[in-house]
């Protein structure tokens, strides 16, 4: 396993949950880390991504101002901080490795970890 991501569960609405996601390959400290999602019968959706050494970050509209990354170089883990969950956040949430800067299309990411469900009930 390359990537491994935990934290997924069971949440109610408007409540909170934490995911992780370690990177067991080498990979570019320079490079971005992100988490997709995906809902039955949905497309692949980008919710955030980190880049390496300067941390800049990017979100998802779905998710601006409820949802945070984050990542620590020295573990080779990015964390996604979820507040404020709706039903509509259900889905399995991947993490993904690039190795180029700041990205935010799934195609631009080579390494994918098995994914978590986070299922929000209402």
């Known amino acids: 396993v390359q990537l491994q991501a935990s934290g997924g569960g069971l949440v109610q609405a408007g409540g909170s949950l934490n995911l992780s996601c370690t990177v067991f390959?080498?990979?570019?400290?320079?490079?971005?880390l992100g988490w997709f999602r995906q809902a039955p019968g949905l497309e692949r959706e980008f919710v955030a991504a980190i880049s390496g050494i300067l941390r800049t970050t990017r979100y998802g509209d779905s998710v601006k101002g409820r949802f945070a990354i984050s990542r620590d170089l020295a573990k080779n883990t990015v964390y996604l901080h979820m507040n404020s969950l709706k039903s509509e956040d259900t889905a399995i949430y991947y993490c993904?490795?690039?190795?180029?800067?700041?990205?935010?299309?799934?195609?631009?990411?080579?390494?994918w970890g098995q994914g978590t469900q986070v299922t929000v009930s209402s």
């Open positions: 993904a490795a690039s190795n180029k800067g700041i990205v935010t299309d799934a195609k631009d990411y080579s390494l």
């Open positions: 390959t080498p990979t570019s400290r320079k490079g971005t």
